[in-house]
């Protein structure tokens, strides 16, 4: 992997671009830094002299931002995937001693060095689709070291890969073995011992809890976000996956940046997420890979204005997927995302979702350039075609990072 401050500058002008509703565009980008965008007419002067990059007609979207990934881990868990296949649920699977703390298992074991090249690899994948933003949280070490070892490795791939990487504390993500029967005792530990230790180090951008029957309960989850508070942290919500157990409404009292996975959203915690301006992110892998048959309440979310975003969550148990473009395709089939949404929901909604809407999800004026070209007619290919990458130049932090030239 080459260092990413050896990749190629993309300052100069950018054009024969067209945008998401068809209409031609230029880009000016200087120093790494969006510093015009618009109709080719109305290019100002002085940019006349400048380096000229043809898009050929390509398709320009803001970079991608995948918003809720668990990236770093150790092992994987396909055995499950067949369990399930057999008619095991996801609970049944957890009790077993399956799920989450068989993750757990393989993290612990795992030195750093060998997270950061497995992780390293998935990112690469994530990458070369057009990510320019992604989420990783930790929830897989379950103590303080192996926690701080998934939050260092997270540090370490924004480093080597050039990409804007925001960290999530998944302390509160499921009880570890050693605390089986404590829940109390190891909160108590998740927010007196841990949560501040790693937010003391820097290395914690937000603060998620699993708010589910089989892992932590809405005072569990309170108590969590009371720390995240007193430190000044962000806070969001692994809320109503599998059951409404009122958490979306809890997460908005804390100004939740985002509830995510909500296939059992109530329109109380949707009137309390639009109130506190928290986005919707959706998560269609993990509900396709558990064969879920409870949607979103995409029609209530959309009626009352909330935002939604799109997300990966790549995991190694229910979401074992590296591409941001499946997710929009099933985004749209599976849960009847209109194509905008969809665009929307892995651009800006996705930012909002991050705390990074002033670097990411839009090309403007004094945003860091983070764009993408494609090789695509009409944007609805984007959603249209899976098991193909239609990339064909992804400009990420002012440098060309991938640049796989026009297609055929």
Known sequence: MKPFDSLPSADGLWSGLRDVSGADTAIVVEQGVV?????????PGSCAGLPVHAGGGALVTPGLVDCHTHLVYGGQRANEFALRLAGASYEDVARAGGGIVATVRATREASEEALFDTSSARLASLLAEGVCAV??????????????????????????HGVTVRTTFLGAHALPPEYAGRSGEYIDLVCREMLPALAAEGLVDAVDVFCERIAFSLAETERVFQAAQA?????????????DMGGAALAARYGALSCDHIEHLSQAGIDAMRAA???????????????????????????????????????PGTSPCLSLLLMVNMACTLFRLTLPEAIAGVTAHAARALGVSATHGAIGVGMPANFVLWNVAEAAELAYWFGQRPVRTVVRQGRIAVEAGAGS
Not at 36 to 41: C, D, H, S
Not at 231 to 243: I, N, R
């Open 35 to 43: 510093r015009w965008v618009g109709e080719p007419a109305a290019l």
């Open 135 to 160: 989420e990783i949280k930790s929830g897989y070490g379950l103590a303080l070291a192996h926690e701080r070892k998934q939050l260092r490795v997270a540090r370490r791939l924004g480093a080597a």
């Open 231 to 243: 430190l000044g942290l962000p806070v969001k919500l692994h809320a109503e996956q599998l059951s």
């Open 277 to 315: 301006g928290s986005v919707a992110v959706l998560l269609p892998g993990a509900y396709y890979t558990l064969r879920d048959t409870q949607l979103p309440p995409i029609e209530a979310l959309r009626a009352a204005g909330v935002p939604m975003a799109v997300a990966t969550d790549h995991n």
